[in-house]
Nanobody, 120 residues
């Protein structure tokens, strides 16, 4: 079993900052890609940011310059530093991990989600 535990969500005013963290635990050979997705009420889930095992990053246009994704391979964690938050960032944020199992098969896992609310 592999589980993802997210933390860091909360309520902030526009212009404020939050830092989300996600830790992967269980048995696996390695983690390939880690990322964050979000889903606002009445909208579809969308990609926020991803980071590869080599450290390459990808961001949604709406968060470029404001959010920074990072990972700690030794701790199997991924973080999302969110600055200059806007009300439009309000959503449930989900951690996503693509990993290789001990039998060298590829799997995708999702966290339970953490609420981020930005007030105007």
């Amino acid at each position: 079993q592999v589980q993802l535990v997210e933390s860091g969500g909360g309520l902030v005013q526009a212009g404020g900052s939050l830092r989300l963290s996600c830790a992967a635990s269980g048995r696996f050979f390695s983690i390939n890609t880690m990322g964050w997705y979000r889903q606002a009420p009445g909208k579809q889930r969308e990609l926020v940011a991803t980071i590869s095992s080599e450290g390459s990053t990808n961001y949604a246009d709406s968060v470029k310059g404001r959010f920074t994704i990072s990972r700690d391979n030794a701790k199997n964690t991924v973080s999302l530093q969110m600055n200059s938050l806007k009300p439009e960032d309000t959503a449930v944020y989900y951690c996503n991990v693509v990993l290789t199992s001990v039998l060298f098969r590829k799997y995708e896992y999702w966290g339970q989600g953490t609420q981020v609310t930005v007030s105007s």
